[in-house]
């Protein structure tokens, strides 16, 4: 994305924010907002200074830097049955001051907030929305600033003096506007990626369950078949190594492998561990009921695992593992591997390998194997490519952002008229 109308700062002076051009001055926050705290209290449904469940009820979570703006409330007061005695109005910076310390969101709609909220509301010679980009940029600075304890909460007075850097009020709306686009840029990119995630979730509910076919594959059945009938379990033994190895993990909810690498065998009692091999089938016996399942990736290959992760290779002439890593996806099978895995001490539960082996599954022969697997291969790789640019859009703005609000880049229009 091209941003015209930059230029490199010009004439500069120290500041307590640093480096900044002469034009620009530097404010504690209060003289700069007001700053008031949420409030609400318990009531009856039937107190009368009830809100009528109109007004929204913003919670601190719902505060977060990922978008500029809240669109939606998680709960009404209705719902809650609170009274409120504080609803800031549309437009009012909101920044959490507990739990996700820093996170700032501006309101789309009048709202009421809890006390791990602040609401800011910036003078007449600041900009709402270069005041926001401020505030979200110095948002590893407010955490350092919390004070330390059993939970960190923001201090108010800290905040009010929080410095903040003042351009003049014509700059400071073209630097909001030049933000906004990229804000925008970028929240278009992910409802695209939303909404191709939800388009490959409805292609492998119906091509996994057969609801969907292939014209040219119908006169082929699907057959019944049981875990232990087209895979076997592959047992690699080799002696824990006397040197730092690579180890193998399985995230839960089917979020795949990850390599440790160097890992220190003298923080594992076991003697012998197992070698897993790129295309097996791995889980992870204590979290598979969570999805802590996965097909080994080239990645993996010679990464080694201990007995609590069994490892699978497939009968390749019966499921090949491009066309499996799709199934062990889905919810459902998610389910009935909980099924198989009776509870244990806190979020432990052991599944049965015998049980799991004498899973059945409906399964579709190999040529509609190879077309599902490429169907949805392909969603995978497109949904890749959209993550790998709306990345690079993210860095690009926060590098922008950086020389913006530091005055390292100027608008170069706005500085021709000041000089």
């Not at 509870?343 to 390998?353: I, Q, T």
Request: a positive charge; one cysteine or more.
């Amino acid at each position: 994305m091209l941003t015209p109308n930059l230029h490199a700062s010009r004439k500069t002076k120290k500041t307590i924010l640093g480096e900044l051009p002469v034009e620009w001055s530097v404010r504690p926050l209060e003289e700069c907002a007001a700053l008031e705290r949420g409030k609400f209290a318990f009531r009856p449904r039937t107190d009368p200074r009830f809100y009528g469940g109109e007004t929204p009820f913003v919670q601190t979570g719902d505060v977060s830097n990922a978008r500029a703006w809240i669109h939606s409330y998680t709960q009404t007061l209705n719902e809650q049955g609170l009274a409120i005695s504080k609803v800031f109005p549309k437009g009012t910076i909101l920044m959490a001051i507990a739990a996700n310390i820093g996170d700032c969101a501006i309101l789309e709609f009048d709202s009421a907030c809890p006390d791990s909220v602040i609401g800011i509301s910036p003078r007449d010679a600041m900009d709402n929305l270069f005041l926001y980009y401020q505030l979200t940029d110095q948002k590893e600075h407010l955490h350092y600033l919390a004070p330390a304890g059993a939970q960190k909460n923001l201090n108010l007075d800290l905040l009010r003096n929080l410095p903040i850097c003042v351009p003049p009020y014509p700059e400071q709306k073209k630097i909001s506007e030049i933000l906004e686009t990229w804000d925008q840029a970028i929240e278009r990119l992910e409802k695209l990626i939303a909404a191709k995630k939800q388009l490959k979730h409805g292609l492998m509910q119906q091509l996994l369950s057969g609801k969907k076919r292939f014209g040219d594959l119908t006169e082929h059945g699907w057959e019944r078949m049981k875990i232990c009938d087209f895979t076997r379990p592959a047992v690699r033994v080799v002696a824990k190594p006397t040197e730092p190895f690579k180890a193998l993990g399985i995230r839960s909810h089917g979020k795949g492998t990850f390599i440790k690498r160097d890992f220190d065998p003298a923080t594992i009692d076991m003697t012998e561990l197992y070698v897993v091999r790129e295309s097996d089938l791995i889980v992870k016996i204590t979290f598979a009921w969570e999805g802590a399942i996965a097909i080994a990736t080239a990645k993996d290959d010679g990464a080694l695992v201990s007995h609590r992760f069994p490892t699978y290779e497939f009968l390749t002439d019966r499921v090949i593992p491009d066309y499996f890593r799709h199934v062990i996806l889905q919810r459902v099978f998610v389910l009935r591997l909980g099924l198989i895995s009776p509870g244990g001490a806190g979020r432990n539960r052991v599944l049965s390998k015998h049980d799991f082996a004498k899973l059945e599954l409906a399964i579709p022969s190999l040529p509609e194997q190879r077309r599902i697997a490429d169907v949805l291969n392909g969603c995978d790789r497109e949904i890749k490519l959209l993550q790998a640019e709306l990345n690079a859009l993210q860095n690009q703005k926060k590098g922008l952002m950086q020389k913006l609000l530091t005055g390292k880049v100027r608008v170069t229009h706005l500085l021709t008229e000041w000089t």
